[in-house]
T-cell receptor, first 115, second 113 residues
Framework: AQSVTQPDIHITVSEGASLELRCNYS??????LFWYVQSPGQGLQLLLK??????LVQGIKGFEAEFKRSQSSFNLRKPSVHWSDAAEYFC?????????????FGGGTRVLVKP | GAVVSQHPSRVICKSGTSVKIECRSL??????MFWYRQFPKQSLMLMAT?????????EQGVEKDKFLINHASLTLSTLTVTSAHPEDSSFYIC?????????FGPGTRLTVL
């Protein structure tokens, strides 16, 4: 069974500082990996995804993530955080079509941005 | 990207009543949609997979008679919470599958009094 771990429940970062959110997954095959952001009371917005190819993935809003197969990780980074980046971030691993394309989400990391 | 809508965005109902939530794909057809439930400050938990023209597939522990899912067309899936109770209060989110990627609706906040 697939699983996702986001070790940090909360992260507080100063505006303008860099941000890194950790994500570790467990999956028996090459995974589809996703990062989503959720503002309070809202749905999920896709930041970026990895299916194959270049292991460094660029996303929207200046985010990037790196797939490291040897570490089973897909950490999200942003060089300079803006106050509007305060939100909940979810890492997810997607099963292949044969397994129903199901997504398994990590527990989420809440990011607080200090002025 | 593909746009998914949900209606209503929030609903308050009395205990014992049934509530229907709609999930629509606005600019594409979706053979497969998913329904998730999210409790406050928690992650999303998959409830069921909805396939157009066939019965939904429910995750372990989800009562199929409690949460009725209908996917009668390629653009609409509905989730009906039957005989709702306060413990059913939650944030319900749907998604539509397009080429191995899920596009999410904005969610529906259900409060059962």
């Amino acid at each position: 069974a697939q699983s996702v771990t986001q070790p940090d429940i909360h992260i507080t970062v100063s505006e303008g500082a860099s941000l890194e959110l950790r994500c570790n997954y467990s999956y028996g095959a090459t995974p589809y990996l996703f990062w989503y952001v959720q503002s309070p009371g809202q749905g999920l917005q896709l930041l970026l995804k990895y299916f194959s190819g270049d292991t460094l993935v660029q996303g929207i809003k200046g985010f990037e993530a790196e797939f490291k197969r040897s570490q089973s990780s897909f950490n999200l980074r942003k060089p300079s955080v803006h106050w509007s980046d305060a939100a909940e971030y979810f890492c997810a691993v997607g099963a292949l079509r044969a397994a129903g394309n199901k997504l398994t989400f990590g527990g989420g990391t809440r990011v607080l941005v200090k002025p | 990207g593909a746009v998914v809508s949900q209606h209503p965005s929030r609903v308050i109902c009395k205990s014992g009543t049934s509530v229907k939530i709609e999930c629509r794909s606005l600019d594409f057809q979706a053979t497969t949609m998913f329904w998730y439930r999210q409790f406050p400050k928690q992650s999303l938990m998959l409830m069921a997979t909805s396939n157009e023209g066939s019965k939904a597939t429910y995750e372990q522990g989800v009562e199929k008679d409690k949460f009725l899912i209908n996917h009668a067309s390629l653009t609409l899936s509905t989730l009906t919470v039957t005989s709702a109770h306060p413990e059913d209060s939650s944030f319900y989110i749907c998604s539509a599958l397009v080429h191995n990627e899920q596009f999410f609706g904005p969610g529906t906040r259900l409060t059962v009094l």
